[in-house]
Structure formats: C-alpha cells, structure tokens
C-alpha cells in the first residue's frame, strides 16, 4: 500500500508527497485503517480532509475505522471518504465495453501472442514494412484496472489493422477470420462518437444535481463564516495580548487554517455572491486555477480558505 499526502501551501502551490509504503498482511478494511493510521501520526499530520480510496467494500470499512480514530475532522467526517473517480469511470468504461467483450477479448489474444516473442514482434515489423504502414506507436498489452490502456490497445490495433491479415497469413496460427469480424464491430464501435441520450431528462438530472451543489457550497461557506467571524471577534480581544487565536474547541478542523491566514479581514456578507457573479474566465490550456486563487484570494478571505482546505491523503 502506497500513501499520498497532497496539501495546497500559503503559496497556493499543490504539493504531492509519497508519505510511506506499506505492505498489507491483511486486506480487511478495519486491519488496512490500523495500518495508515500511523503513517499519517509519523507525519505529524493533524488535519485531514479527505481520503481517496478505490471503490471496494474493504476501503469503506477502513474509513469507517478511520472516522473513530481521527479527531480533526471537518463536518463531522462526512466528506472524509472520496472514492477514487479513476477507478469509478473505469468500470463505468468496462461495464459499457460489455456487449464488445468477444471482439476485445479476440485483440486482446491477438495482440498478447505477437508481443510474448521476439520473432514475431519482428515478424509484424516486417509486414508493416511491406505495407508501408508508418506509425509512432506499436502494439501494446493493456491493464485490467485501467480503461485507457484498453482504448489504446483498440485504437493501434485498427489502426494496423492491414498488418494483421499479412502477418495471419504468414502466420496461421492467428486466425484472420476470425480477426476480421472483430475489426468489423471494433471499427463500428470507434465510429459511435455520441450515444443516444435523452435531452430532457439529462438536463432534469443537471438542474437537480447543480441545486444540490450550490447548497452544498452554501452550507460549507456558511460553516467557514462562521469560524471566520468567531476568530475576528477573537482577534479583537486578544489583538493587545498576543498574536494567535487559541480555540477552546479540541475538535477543530479549521482552525489552524483560520488564524494563520496573513489576510486582512474583510466585511464576508456578500462574498460568495460575488463570488459567484464573477465574469467566468475564458479557457486555455494555459490556465492554473491555483495561479488564479493566488491572485485573488485576498478578495475571497472566506472562499480562500474553502479553497485551500486541509491536507488531503489518498491510499493506493
């Protein structure tokens, strides 16, 4: 097991660290909790936000151990446990490649028996060769756990698709028949760019998931306005007597975040309002939204601070 600590500096600059290696003797989820707990107690690591785990029952057990054993967590530890998008979109990809499992499989046989010797990697070299087929890339095996790997292994395959049916012919053993109906489905499914949908209801279940969002981030400002004018009305007491604003609250996920922050205090009524009414930026691929929070955070002091969050972990 791998842990990866990732946490945004005062600087605004997104920091990855590999923060240990593990080795599991057991994969239930309450024994995988007790072994990343103290990977993040040898780090010092006090405020966590978020942990990414793959989509598996065993992980959820493992946060739910997790959320008993750790004191600073934001709002109650309901967003503690994100589950891994990669992992999710990879079996939403699988589960669609279903009805295309026996034309898959058949490459996947095709392209397993070439690259496993040496002849016959060059073999094929030499039919593309003949061919005149130029490409940069070659065939490639692909990997279970990720869908991508699969798209390339398709995408080469048919694009060398002529190489196959001289290389079957020079070698019998891969059956170009057979080879050929798979090309024919594998082609039609490259061609399928958009898949039926319905309009209406697709925009139904947008507008319901955008309402559901903006109350989300209207109770998560909320929350952070709060400590936000807790910790003014702090500083205004203590401002004589010292510089740092203790909280008498030992279960409290913000605030060192709060009263570290070197940003003056600003009137909060209408922040995330203006936040929102903000002209939207046009794209580029130039564009860093850690740059942009930088620029403007001393604008957005309760927004900077959501933004920012705490340390965030991710268990592979």
């Keep these: 097991m791998v842990v990866t600590a990732h946490f945004i500096d005062k600087d605004w600059v997104m920091h990855k660290r590999v923060i240990n290696f593990k080795s599991l003797d057991s994969h239930r989820g309450e024994d995988i909790g007790r072994t990343l707990l103290p990977c993040l107690e040898e780090c010092g690591i006090n405020n966590v936000m978020t942990i990414t785990v793959d989509n598996a029952i065993l992980n959820d057990k493992a946060i739910e151990f997790l959320m008993k054993k750790l004191r600073n967590l934001y709002d109650g530890g309901k967003q503690l446990h994100v589950r891994c998008m990669a992992h999710i979109l990879n079996l939403i990809v699988k589960d669609g490649f279903d009805e295309h499992?026996?034309?898959?499989?058949?490459?996947?046989?095709?392209?397993?028996?070439?690259?496993?010797?040496?002849?016959?990697?060059?073999?094929?070299?030499?039919?593309?060769?003949?061919?005149?087929?130029?490409?940069?890339?070659?065939?490639?095996?692909?990997?279970?756990?990720?869908?991508?790997?699969?798209?390339?292994?398709?995408?080469?395959?048919?694009?060398?698709?002529?190489?196959?049916?001289?290389?079957?012919?020079?070698?019998?053993?891969?059956?170009?028949?057979?080879?050929?109906?798979?090309?024919?489905?594998?082609?039609?499914?490259?061609?399928?760019?958009?898949?039926?949908?319905?309009?209406?209801?697709?925009?139904?279940?947008?507008?319901?998931?955008?309402?559901?969002?903006?109350?989300?981030?209207?109770?998560?400002?909320?929350?952070?306005?709060?400590?936000?004018?807790?910790?003014?009305?702090?500083?205004?007491?203590?401002?004589?007597?010292?510089?740092?604003?203790?909280?008498?609250?030992?279960?409290?996920?913000?605030?060192?975040?709060?009263?570290?922050?070197?940003?003056?205090?600003?009137?909060?009524?209408?922040e995330l309002t203006q936040y929102q009414n903000e002209r939207s930026v046009k794209y580029n691929k130039d564009f860093d939204i850690l740059i942009w929070w930088k620029q403007n955070a001393s604008f957005y002091p309760i927004l900077d601070r959501m933004a920012k969050g705490g340390n965030v972990s991710g268990r592979k």
């Excluded at 290389?167 to 798979?182: H, I, T």
């Excluded at 807790?230 to 007597?241: K, L």
């Design 101 to 270: 499992q026996s034309s898959i499989k058949c490459m996947q046989k095709a392209v397993r028996y070439i690259r496993n010797s040496t002849q016959r990697i060059q073999r094929f070299k030499e039919c593309m060769k003949e061919l005149n087929v130029e490409s940069k890339k070659f065939l490639c095996n692909d990997s279970p756990t990720r869908w991508n790997s699969t798209y390339e292994l398709l995408k080469i395959a048919v694009e060398l698709e002529k190489v196959f049916g001289m290389f079957s012919v020079k070698d019998p053993r891969l059956k170009f028949e057979f080879l050929q109906q798979a090309f024919e489905k594998l082609i039609k499914l490259k061609n399928t760019r958009e898949p039926p949908i319905f309009n209406s209801e697709v925009t139904l279940k947008a507008k319901a998931l955008i309402r559901d969002i903006e109350k989300k981030i209207e109770n998560f400002f909320n929350f952070y306005k709060a400590k936000f004018d807790n910790t003014e009305s702090s500083q205004s007491q203590t401002r004589a007597q010292e510089d740092v604003v203790m909280f008498d609250d030992e279960n409290n996920f913000m605030g060192d975040l709060i009263v570290k922050s070197d940003y003056p205090l600003a009137s909060t009524e209408t």
